[in-house]
């Protein structure tokens, strides 16, 4: 189960997923990212402090747009990653990947840059 | 002691699956690391099985055990009638993934990069899909 909020701070978009991130519930993230896509955003923040798991499925939602954010010039950043979660990005090397920082001062500075 | 757990293949059932790993490994003194790594492996096994070898049939049911041994967990998915063999499956590289845009075939990395051995065998008519980690000393 995930609980997703949005806000909106300074022209980044803030994705707020709250709980576990598994097969069932990869597809709630991906709906949200894909819909701040399309309404145009190229700073996205994925504030990950309230992420408890998450498994393959969520990880590849990450991945998928990887192309796509390049091409279109959007910078994801995520942040404040549990320690356990942050493992589960680390055993794929999805760390190298991804843009993924502690604070998230550095994760709005990060997304500017 | 040996736990064991019986779930239909609904990945609405991913979640029990891990409360009752987490469950059944906490009374030992593992490392909360190391539990959290045997608790996706598990999902990511559980989820492929009910994905691919059930279509997600809910009605369906497969029994997941899981043993600790002074050094070592091993877990077991014991099936009826389906195997998903991740050992068949190639595993592709993080580059494909992203070009392919495929949100899937991270798991068998995951896995694999966890657990120790992934072994496959018939038991009494049923297909076991047996699952070892040695654990590390806290």
């Known amino acids: 189960m ?3 909020k949005r806000m909106q701070q300074d022209g980044t978009d803030i994705i707020i997923p709250v709980g576990e991130i598994d097969a069932a519930s990869s597809i709630e993230l991906d709906l949200t990212i894909a819909k701040s896509i399309s ?3 190229t700073r996205i923040l994925i504030d990950c402090t309230g992420l408890e798991y998450i498994s ?3 990880l590849g939602v990450f991945m998928s747009y990887i192309e796509e954010m390049q091409d279109k010039n959007i910078r994801m950043v995520l942040f404040g990653l549990h ?3 942050a493992n589960t990005f680390n055993i794929l090397g999805l760390n190298r990947l991804l843009t993924i920082v502690q604070t998230k001062e550095e994760a709005l500075q990060a997304v500017k840059a | 002691m040996k736990h064991s757990y019986k779930v239909g293949c609904s990945i609405q059932n991913l979640r029990g699956i891990r409360e009752f790993i987490r469950g059944a490994l906490r009374p030992f003194g593992i490392s909360e690391m190391q539990i959290s790594e045997l608790v996706l492996a598990i999902d990511e096994m559980s989820s492929n099985l009910m994905i691919h070898a059930h279509q997600c049939n809910p009605d369906d049911l497969f029994e997941l055990t899981i043993e600790v041994q002074h050094d070592k967990v091993i877990v077991e998915l014991v099936d009826e009638k389906n195997v ?4 068949a499956f190639k595993e592709p590289s993080l580059g494909e993934l992203i070009s ?3 949100k899937g075939g991270l798991g068998i990395r995951l896995v694999k990069s966890i657990m120790d051995s992934v072994e496959y065998q018939q038991r009494d008519g049923h297909h076991v899909c047996r699952l070892t980690k040695k654990l590390q000393k806290t």
């Not at chain 2, 998903?84 to 050992?87: Q, S």
């Open chain 1, 2 to 4: 995930v609980q997703i």
């Open chain 1, 39 to 41: 309404e145009g955003n």
């Open chain 1, 56 to 58: 393959s499925a969520g």
């Open chain 1, 83 to 85: 320690h356990k979660v």
């Open chain 2, 84 to 87: 998903f063999d991740i050992n």
């Open chain 2, 100 to 102: 392919e845009k495929r």
